[in-house]
């Protein structure tokens, strides 16, 4: 299963040079970032941060991109999830739960971790891209 929008945000990101010691700079950082993509009128049309899915669950950011009037959706929304810590079974579950929701159309994973690499591509029938920060320091 494609990704284009997750595909396209990751890749903005990886352009980056992003500056964090925890978990929450990182997050800063990315809001920096999408804040830029938004102000620049690039395909970031609208962020929300600690975006609340339901009483229970919150992701880290919703995006929502708009690719273009030629592809089958012109806008799609990505859940963003940031993680420096945490086991792949652990970061599994919580995908899996966001992917449940239908405000969500693909799924991107922003990580320092390389045992988070093993996350699935698809969970539910939706995309799941990984970012990984590993990869873009070195």
Known sequence: MTAPAARLLRDHILAQRLTY???????LALNDVLTREQTLGNPVI???????LDPENRIDFLVTLRLG????????????EVKI???????????????????????????NRAR???IPYEIYGKP???????????
């Open 21 to 27: 010691s925890t978990e929450a700079d990182l997050q």
């Open 46 to 52: 609208m962020f929300d941060r600690e975006h609340r």
């Open 69 to 80: 009037p030629r592809v089958h959706r012109p806008e799609t929304h990505i859940g963003v």
């Open 85 to 111: 810590n945490g086991a792949l079974a652990a970061v599994t579950r919580q995908l899996e739960r966001y992917a449940q929701f239908p405000s969500i159309d693909e799924l991107l994973l922003v990580t």
């Open 116 to 118: 988070h690499h093993g």
């Open 128 to 138: 799941v891209v990984l970012c990984s920060l590993v990869e873009a320091g070195l």
